[in-house]
């Protein structure tokens, strides 16, 4: 399932991901003062990578959510940019597992995306049964997301890793929520949880890289 890059190239595709994406140092700069400390240039890289893509996801999130909330004309351009989040997050993981890993974490990830829209449209319409049926559909493609990527990873456990997607939904659905509500300081507090926990994600899938290929890291 799993096949192997050549470390210039998998620097090379990482690098590429962060080029002129100054929210990426941003990230970099928010955990850690902008250095990587003793850790090696691979590493940093990976780190800093890992970061932006997983930033990216929960701001394109956020997007999403204000635009189909608020019923915006953007909302199908905010879906399509977070649709492509999905799939350079499983190009990246590609750089590692190979193409067909990453192309089954994509799918899976664009599931997850779907399924939120799923449950901010019932939630949205207030209704309850919908809205039961879509969580509980969106809480099983998280348990999917962590078997993959504990199968993938034995750095990954699959019950870290379950935690943490739950995590990350029971977050998103606060800032969903209170978004719907009106209630715009809860909004606000809702992301910046949300946005500090994909981080810790982020940073728990580069060390178990990091622990997988330390040749390469």
């Given at each position: 399932m799993f096949g192997v890059v050549h470390r210039h190239l998998l620097v090379s595709l990482l690098l590429t991901t962060v080029t002129g994406a100054a929210i990426g140092y941003i990230v970099a700069k928010r955990w850690h003062g902008g250095s990587c400390g003793a850790?090696?240039?691979e590493r940093c890289t990976l780190r800093t990578a890992m970061r932006k893509l997983w930033a990216d996801h929960v701001i394109w999130t956020r997007c999403y959510l204000i635009s189909?909330?608020?019923?915006?004309?953007?909302?199908?351009?905010?879906?399509?940019?977070?649709?492509?989040?999905?799939?350079?997050?499983?190009?990246?993981?590609?750089?590692?597992?190979?193409?067909?890993?990453?192309?089954?974490?994509?799918?899976?990830?664009?599931?997850h995306i779907m399924g939120a829209t799923e449950v901010v449209a019932a939630a949205k319409a207030k209704n309850t049964e919908a809205l039961n049926k879509a969580d509980a559909k969106w809480h099983e493609n998280a348990r999917e997301i962590a078997e993959f990527l504990s199968k993938a990873n034995t750095h990954w456990p699959y019950q870290a890793m379950r935690d943490m997607m739950n995590e990350h939904l029971?977050?998103?659905t606060q800032e969903a929520v209170a978004r719907i509500g009106k209630q715009w300081k809860e909004d606000v507090s809702a992301f910046d949880t949300v946005f500090d926990q994909i981080l810790v994600m982020a940073d728990h899938l580069t060390d178990g890289i990091a622990a997988q290929f330390p040749d390469r890291v």
């Open positions: 850790i090696s240039s189909a909330i608020a019923g915006l004309e953007d909302v199908s351009v905010a879906a399509e940019r977070l649709l492509k989040n999905q799939d350079d997050i499983g190009a990246a993981v590609a750089g590692f597992y190979g193409a067909a890993a990453g192309k089954k974490l994509a799918q899976l990830l664009r599931e029971a977050l998103t």
